[in-house]
């Protein structure tokens, strides 16, 4: 008798291999070619604008494995038509938060972006140098977290989701603190985390503005972090 057969241990650990190795497959140029067409109706619909769509396009052509192509379209409904959608690895390591307790910029950029992890009091600097703080992915340590921002010939630009609360406590000198016109609509709620941003902005500016989910790190143009 074949021993694997008989075996549900090993022919369950065969089952995980093949799955774990579905989003590492090479893709065609006509599996390309159907997320290429999900997304131009995408953008007919409205629901993604032109610069996404190039965006997306350039990524779909670059695209190697069905891995590749799943975050491409992942917060888009595919009408029924097919669209590549491979089971993720087994046991994929949870991205690495790396905590920031300060940032600072003279002269030069700061990016935070992506997966990291906000202390409960964050101090941001800038210097005739930018910041960004992008706060859509990071991991708030308290329900209600303080960034102490002073841009001094500088800019300071915090992004928050549409689900979290913004209360801004500084002043411009010569310069700007103020929240942007919202480019998705506030979803507050009960359990809504708040951030509070105080200082000054001397000859410089502060910006909170509230966005859409961040788009996937292929999708970004120039947002290195550090």
Not at 17 to 27: G, K
Not at 143 to 151: G, K, P, Q
Not at 178 to 207: I, N, Y
Request: with cysteine; net charge negative; proline share 8%.
């Amino acid at each position: 008798m074949d021993g694997q057969a008989g075996d549900p241990g090993r022919a369950a650990a065969a089952s995980g291999v093949q799955r774990q190795d579905a989003s590492a497959l090479r893709i065609s140029d006509h599996d390309r070619h159907q997320v290429a067409e999900v997304l131009r109706q995408a953008a007919g619909e409205g629901r993604i604008d032109l610069d996404e769509l190039d965006d997306r396009l350039e990524a779909t052509y670059a695209a190697k494995t069905y891995g590749d192509l799943v975050p491409i379209t992942h917060d888009l409904p595919v009408s029924g038509r097919p669209a590549p959608a491979p089971v993720p690895p087994l046991d994929a390591p949870e991205p690495v938060a790396a905590r920031h307790a300060a940032s600072v910029s003279v002269m030069s950029d700061c990016k935070r972006r992506g997966v990291w992890e906000m202390p409960e009091r964050h101090t941001a600097v800038a210097f005739m140098g930018s910041i960004t703080l992008d706060l859509r992915e990071a991991r708030l340590a308290a329900r209600e977290v303080t960034i102490d921002a002073c841009a001094i010939m500088g800019s300071i630009d915090v992004v928050v989701n549409a689900h979290t609360q913004v209360v801004l406590d500084g002043f411009g000198l010569m310069g700007e603190f103020s929240e942007q016109r919202p480019k998705v609509d506030p979803a507050l709620d009960g359990g809504s985390p708040v951030v509070r941003v105080r200082g000054l902005a001397l000859m410089g500016s502060v910006h909170v503005q509230r966005k859409g989910p961040a788009r996937p790190p292929f999708l970004r143009r120039g947002t290195a972090s550090e």
